[in-house]
C-alpha cells in the first residue's frame, strides 16, 4: 500500500467528502477518489460508501482508518527522525527552476508535497537554464528542475519528472493555423522567437532544425514573453508556447492558436530533477523527486481519463 494513499484515504475518512478532502490536499477530486478505490482493490472490500447522498465508513473502514492513523504517524516520526539524522541544514530543500516548470507541473504539485512533508521547506526560484546548472554545480541549490534533455545535462545525476510536449502558438490567420499538428518540416522558413543559448529550447530546436536539413529562421532572440505574445498577436512570428497560453489565460485567447509539435516516438524531451553527481542523494531529495514523479503521472493519469 502507498503512504501517500493512506494519507488520502484518513482525509476523505475525516471529512466524509471527496471534494473538501481533495481541497485540503491540494489534488483533484479524481485522484483522491483513485486514490481510495486502490485502496479497495487491494483489500477486496470497500472502505466508503454511500448513505443518502452522504459518505460513511464501512465497518473495515473504521478499523482502516484507526490502523492507517497508527501508520501515517509512525512514518511521520520516522521521515522527521531520518532528515535530522541526515543533518539537512534546517531541513530547507533549495529548488532552482526554469520558466514555467511550476505552470507545466501545477502549482499544487508543490503544495502537496510541503503538505505531506512538513519536515521539509522548500525553498524555489526561477531561473534560465544556464544559471540552474551552475546553481546546482557551484552547490547553491540542491537540486534544479528543468526542461530539457539528458544530453544537455550529462555532467549531472538526473531523472525524469514528466515526458513533455512541446507546442507552437500562431495567429490564428496564420497558414500553419489550419492544421491539426506540425512537424518541425512545417517550421522551415517560418519565423520563430528564439530564447537565446541560455534555453535547452532555444538549443534544442537549432538542433532539431539541423537534424531536418534547414536552418532556423528567427524574427528575434528574447526571453521577454510580452514581446514574443505581441509577434504572435501582429502575426508577425510564432512561437513556443508557455503552459498558459494552453490554459486560455491569454489576454488575447480568440486570436491565437496553439498546435502540439510532433517530437517522434524516440524523443526524449521533458522535465528533469538534476542534483550534482559528487554528493550523494539526501533524503529530501530523494522524496522529493519519487513525489514529483508519481504525483505527475496521476495528474497525467487524471487528466486522460
Known sequence: MDIQHLRYFLTVSRTLNYTKAAEELYISRQAVAQAVRQLETELQSPL????????????LGLVFQK???????AFGQFEAAMMKQAGDKKNELKIVMGAGIVLNLSAEIFARFSTAYSSILLSTKEEDNEAILRHVTEGEADLGLIGTTPAYIQGFRYCLIKKSDLHVCMHVDHPLAKKTSLTFQDL???PMVGFGEKYDLHRYYVQKCHENGFLPTFSIITADVNISRNLVLENRSVSFAFPDYRKDTHPSPSKVKVLPLNLGETDDWGI???????????????LFMEFMQS?????NSAIAA
Not at 48 to 59: C, E, Q, V
Not at 67 to 73: D, L
Not at 273 to 286: C, N, P, V
Open 67 to 73: 490502523e492507517a492513523a497508527k501508520i501515517v504517524r
Open 48 to 59: 466508503l460508501i454511500n448513505r443518502k447522498n452522504a459518505l460513511a465508513l464501512t465497518p
Open 272 to 286: 528533469y530533477a538534476i542534483t550534482r553527481k559528487t554528493q550523494e542523494i539526501t533524503l529530501a531529495q530523494q
Open 295 to 299: 504525483q505527475a503521472q496521476t495528474d
Open 188 to 190: 522551415k522558413d517560418v
